[in-house]
């Protein structure tokens, strides 16, 4: 992101401090962003220029690596302290982004800290707080890198198990589907009769669940 190019009718860019790197000064514009943003100003609420700057952010949060995007995403709320109508729009609109299972770009790990900074900010209404505050608590759980949540489940060719007690391969394909989903149906009938993944699964290279 490139603190030259502005959105002079919203927010302008923040200055990054000359001693950076490139890449620390993207981390610090994108940090810094939504600093330069009117947070009274309501009427900005479902505006096309609160879209377009949101789309510039997101943008450059999206060029990041995640580690280092992850530090940042969270000040789309934070630097909004005290203005709980605006938090709560860029929130909606970080969550279509980054939460929506029909996104493409869907990543828990970039929409926790935005979690975390709206659900524990007091300002903003209670009653607003608590689904966020759910969700953060069902996301915080199985991360990756994480060990896993223990679960019964029915194999692919009958019978039932637990996770913990499936046998060690390179590969496990967990697939959770909803048995009246015409879709699901016919990704179960190709992982059971893929005569690849047969083989796979032949040569514990592979286990199905």
């Given at each position: 992101?490139?603190?030259?190019?502005?959105?002079?009718?919203l927010v302008p860019?923040?200055?990054?401090?000359?001693?950076?790197?490139?890449?620390?000064?993207?981390?610090?514009?994108?940090?810094?962003?939504?600093?330069?943003?009117?947070?009274?100003?309501?009427?900005?609420?479902?505006?096309?220029?609160?879209?377009?700057?949101f789309r510039k952010?997101?943008?450059?949060?999206?060029?990041?690596?995640?580690?280092?995007?992850?530090?940042?995403?969270?000040?789309?709320?934070?630097?909004?302290?005290?203005?709980?109508?605006?938090?709560?729009?860029?929130?909606?609109?970080?969550?279509?982004?980054?939460?929506?299972?029909?996104?493409?770009?869907?990543?828990?790990?970039?929409?926790?800290?935005?979690?975390?900074?709206?659900?524990?900010?007091?300002?903003?209404?209670?009653?607003?707080?608590?689904?966020?505050?759910?969700?953060?608590?069902?996301?915080?759980?199985?991360?990756?890198?994480?060990?896993?949540?223990?679960?019964?489940?029915?194999?692919?060719?009958?019978?039932?198990?637990?996770?913990?007690?499936?046998?060690?391969?390179?590969?496990?394909?967990?697939?959770?589907?909803?048995?009246?989903?015409?879709?699901?149906?016919?990704?179960?009938?190709?992982?059971?009769?893929?005569?690849?993944?047969?083989?796979?699964?032949?040569?514990?290279?592979?286990?199905?669940?």
């Amino acid at each position: 992101m490139n603190s030259d190019s502005q959105d002079k009718e919203l927010v302008p860019l923040p200055k990054a401090p000359g001693m950076l790197s490139d890449s620390q000064k993207n981390l610090f514009i994108l940090e810094h962003y939504w600093e330069g943003l009117d947070w009274q100003d309501t009427t900005l609420i479902g505006s096309d220029a609160l879209t377009n700057a949101f789309r510039k952010w997101m943008q450059g949060i999206l060029w990041l690596p995640q580690a280092d995007a992850a530090t940042v995403t969270g000040s789309i709320i934070s630097n909004g302290h005290g203005h709980p109508e605006m938090q709560t729009e860029l929130y909606r609109m970080t969550s279509d982004v980054l939460n929506d299972p029909n996104s493409e770009v869907r990543n828990d790990e970039l929409f926790l800290p935005v979690l975390e900074a709206y659900s524990t900010d007091s300002i903003i209404p209670e009653t607003d707080r608590m689904r966020p505050a759910f969700l953060l608590g069902q996301l915080k759980m199985n991360r990756l890198g994480t060990i896993t949540t223990d679960l019964t489940i029915t194999l692919s060719k009958g019978g039932q198990t637990t996770l913990g007690r499936l046998a060690v391969t390179p590969f496990t394909i967990l697939y959770f589907f909803n048995p009246d989903c015409p879709g699901c149906e016919e990704i179960s009938e190709v992982l059971i009769t893929d005569s690849g993944l047969q083989i796979l699964e032949d040569r514990n290279m592979v286990r199905i669940v």
